[in-house]
């Protein structure tokens, strides 16, 4: 980072105080208020973190104005159409894009760690048939640590590095689990002579009574979808890691931690509810319906898969989804009627006065779900395949702040609205 020439001036009490104004490769200013409260006594106040850059990071840059997002400076795009899923892992992980050595290497470690200790499969008889599988994944991913005591040991850049392999390799195995669980079919063990997602496609689809051939576009498809989802910056659930990881908590636990937290509808929830929602208005007779409910202040459904913290243009990752779901559909031979009521809802919201002054786009989740619909997934998988890419995120995101020497914990402060201090009254008494 560098200093810039001018300083922030903040006056209080009738004080001057100057603040260093920070400048990073690209993006806004941020105002180094670190010192703030130990010179004025005052905290800032930013809940939800509107105007607050919470670490340094090298590691994705989005322009929400402009609709860009990079990965180590390389564009979205360019990484959808020409990378792999394990190349954007090694990339966002090492900082730089692997020989082709290094990146045989990489895919060769990773698979070495797709399977789990036997034991797991314990976990998921614990859960009921019907149980979510974000669910499942929050206590098999957690229960991680008590199973590989040889990797958790963080201040060990090596076990750092064996930890986040683990996850990312696991990840798969775990997801498709639960899926298999939830329908009551055998678990499959990996095949390492697949690629990172023919395998998780195996995995999930495959039944260990006949060869699975993995179909090459949707394989392609897969991938794609999961480098769309594999790191966003400082979302939430990205946050939710840095936050358990900075109090030094086991990289396997900040990572459940994680996951509960994308769980949510206004995060990576909103691909399942955005689908749900698709299916709810049925036609595109009914959308005028839909919109006019999403602007009523009064009632609380809003346009799943639109709008965004940071987006205010069409999100980057929506339009190559766009295009992978018209890629699906080709492969796979089929119209499904979902994709044109979002079409055309689409059309509706962005010509609509209300989206556009509030500058509301189509995120990533507007199409995913009918991608994944119609390559097989159930609902309820959508957000356990976004936990599964986003993990390589959520590592590489956590190995940088481990890796910082400056790092400390994370412990915010409050604005407190409660009772002053007042003397406890005895029950007979109240
Ligand atoms: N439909 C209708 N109105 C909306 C929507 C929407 N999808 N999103 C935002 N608004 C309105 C909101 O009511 C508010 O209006 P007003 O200023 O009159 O109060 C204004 O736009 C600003 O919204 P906000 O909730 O203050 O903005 P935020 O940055 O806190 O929320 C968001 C961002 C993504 C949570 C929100 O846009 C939303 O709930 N979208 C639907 C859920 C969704 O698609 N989430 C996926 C996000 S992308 C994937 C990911 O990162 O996980």
């Known amino acids: 980072m ?34 703030l409260y130990g010179q004025t006594g005052a905290f800032t106040f930013d809940p939800g973190y509107k105007s607050t850059a919470s670490c340094e990071s090298a590691l994705t840059y989005i322009d929400g104005n402009e609709g860009v997002l990079l990965h180590r400076g390389y564009p979205i795009g360019q990484l959808a159409e020409h990378s792999s899923f394990m190349e954007v892992a090694y990339l966002l992980l090492n900082g730089e894009l692997p020989s082709g050595d290094e990146l045989a290497d990489f895919d060769n470690t990773i698979t070495r760690h797709t399977m789990l200790h036997d034991q797991l499969r314990q976990f998921y008889q614990g859960f009921r048939r019907d149980a979510h599988p974000m669910a499942i994944m929050c206590g098999v991913v957690g229960a991680l640590s008590a199973f590989y005591h040889d ?61 699975y051939e993995v179909h090459p576009a949707i394989e392609k498809a897969m991938d794609r979808i999961f480098i769309l989802h594999a ?157 599964l890419a986003r993990t390589v995120g959520w590592v590489a995101q956590w190995n940088e702040m481990i890796s910082d020497p400056g790092q400390v914990i994370g412990r915010p402060r409050q604005l407190y609205t409660g009772p002053t201090q007042r003397d406890y009254v005895p029950v007979d008494k109240r």
């Open 2 to 35: 560098n200093l810039a020439d001018e300083q922030a001036k903040l006056t209080l009490n009738g004080n001057d105080h100057d603040y260093p104004v920070l400048q990073g490769s690209v993006g806004p200013d941020v105002i180094d208020i670190r010192k």
């Open 151 to 211: 990797s958790t040991d963080i201040s060990d850049p090596e076990h750092r590095t064996i930890s986040s392999h683990r996850l990312i390799a696991k990840m798969p195995t775990i997801a498709a689990m639960a899926y298999k669980y939830s329908i009551g079919q055998p678990m499959m063990q990996p095949d390492n002579s697949l690629s990172y997602t023919g395998n998780f496609l195996r995995m999930t689809f495959g039944v260990p009574a006949e060869p």
């Open 231 to 387: 790191d966003h910056e400082q979302n939430a659930s990205t946050s939710t890691v840095r936050l358990a990881g900075s109090s030094g908590a086991n990289p396997f636990a900040c990572t459940a931690a994680g996951i509960a937290c994308l769980w949510g509808p206004a995060h990576g929830g909103a691909n399942e509810a955005a689908l749900n929602m698709l299916q709810e208005i049925g036609s595109p007779d009914r959308i005028p319906h839909y919109i006019e409910r999403a602007k009523d202040k009064n009632d609380p459904f809003r346009l799943m898969g639109f709008g965004h913290r940071v987006y205010k243009n069409y999100d980057p990752r929506a339009t190559v989804m766009q295009k992978t779901l018209r890629e699906v559909f080709d492969a796979l031979n089929v119209n499904d009627p979902v994709f044109e009521t979002a079409l055309r809802l689409e059309e509706l919201a962005l010509n609509d006065d209300y989206f556009k002054e509030k500058k509301l786009f189509p995120n990533v989740d507007f199409y995913s779900g009918i991608i994944l619909s119609s390559i097989g997934f159930p609902t309820t998988m959508f957000t356990a395949l976004f936990a």
